[in-house]
């Protein structure tokens, strides 16, 4: 194939870049990381990161509230979820969390851990992260030209011909870490996943939003309870009552923490953390649904005896301390009881129903917020088709990929992004090696 070559332009101003040894398409979290490594790796290459955003590296700053949870104290292939824990772990092990300290930290960028074990700057501030990524590549020599959209990338001359509006680029080794479709504003809009296809790739049958928050219906209970957080326990069940099963083939452990009531639905950690198991159930089974346990540590049979046994009180008065008192005004509204006559009163039923709903409440969620909420992507191009080794294609020759584009996606507290640090340096470092 003949190779056109014409000078890229970015904001307006014509760079003078016809070729280059590798070139980075996408340059947030994974891709910013993979350029940085591979010009450390060999410092002779011409190393050239694009991205077409108009911020860049958007998603950074607005993870963790503006904090940016950088990584996590113990990460496991447990914390993910997409291709199989013995292909992710062959990953993960390659850069492990004691080298994303140490990263940050030579940059000037020291981290503190929180009690949920997230580890962030000490700075609180987001923009010390990117900041510390582009100084790390300006002092490297990468290349940065943005905002710049790519359009197609293709197999040329032993080599690969990068296509966008404002011209071509001719390089031997490409990266490709465009991101999934979460947060489309940014520039994740699967236009990676599209030219992965055009490299005889293919992408999981199913991608939705994970780390999403889900909707309800706007006239059930728990709308009206919007503002409200509840510690609470949350699995998923089919609609055969049955829970759901895990890739590994178990059956998905109850998933724990605060479940924020809005005006739309349900958010909080616990939600976002289940949202891409219900979606992935419901995409197959219609009737699957979550059974959320508001008192965990209990049962409905537990907290049955537990209040049979009481004398004199009402159900106000029994569990005001353990539940929020409009959470439980508004559970004995539901189940049809007086939540300020004595317990005694009740009839077995009434207090069976208040129990139930209280320690195995059933919710039909109508769907998610969407992509455009989303913290991250469930779904991608199968790490199956990568040598894990190199993050390199089997497919394809020279090109590798890394980040939110693979499917890998990791649960809530910092998890995605050690996969950016360590899906970014394995394929880095190995498509700087491979032209050594």
Known sequence: MHCSRTAFHSRGFEVSIERADIVVVGAGAAGLFAAIWAARTNRGLRVVAVDGAKTLGAKILVAGGGRCNVTHHAVHTSDYSGSTPALIDRVLRRFQVEDTIEFFERQGVTLKREATGKLFPTTDRARSVLDALLAAAREVGVQLLHPMRIDSVKEC?????????????????????????SLPKSGSDGAGLR???????????????????LTLAPDHWLTALSGLAVPAAISVAGGDGKSVRERTGRPLQSIHGAVLCTHFGLSGPAILDVSRHWLQ?????AGAHLLINWLPGSTAQS?????????????????????????????????????TCGIQQLTRDKRHT??????????????????AAAETTAGGVPLSQLNLEQL???????????????????????????WAWSSGFVAGTSAARSLT
């Open 157 to 181: 001359d032993g080599g690969f011909l990068i296509e966008g509006a404002s011209g071509s680029i001719t390089t031997q080794r490409v990266i490709l870490s465009t991101g999934g479709l």
């Open 195 to 213: 030219m992965a296809e055009s490299l005889e790739h293919s992408a999981t049958s199913l991608i939705h939003p994970a780390l999403v928050p």
């Open 281 to 285: 159930a419901k995409s197959s089974d």
């Open 303 to 339: 907290l049955d005896q537990e209040l049979t046994a009481l004398k004199g009180t009402s159900l106000l008065g029994a569990l005001r301390a353990r539940l929020p008192e409009r959470f439980l005004r508004a559970a004995c509204g539901v189940a049809g009881v007086d939540g």
């Open 354 to 371: 208040f129990t139930h709903l209280v320690c195995s409440n059933v919710v039909h969620p109508t769907g998610s917020r969407g992509f």
């Open 392 to 418: 390199e294609s089997l497919h394809c020759r020279g090109l590798f990929m890394c980040g939110e584009m693979l499917d890998v996606d990791g649960r809530l507290g910092g998890f995605s992004f050690q």
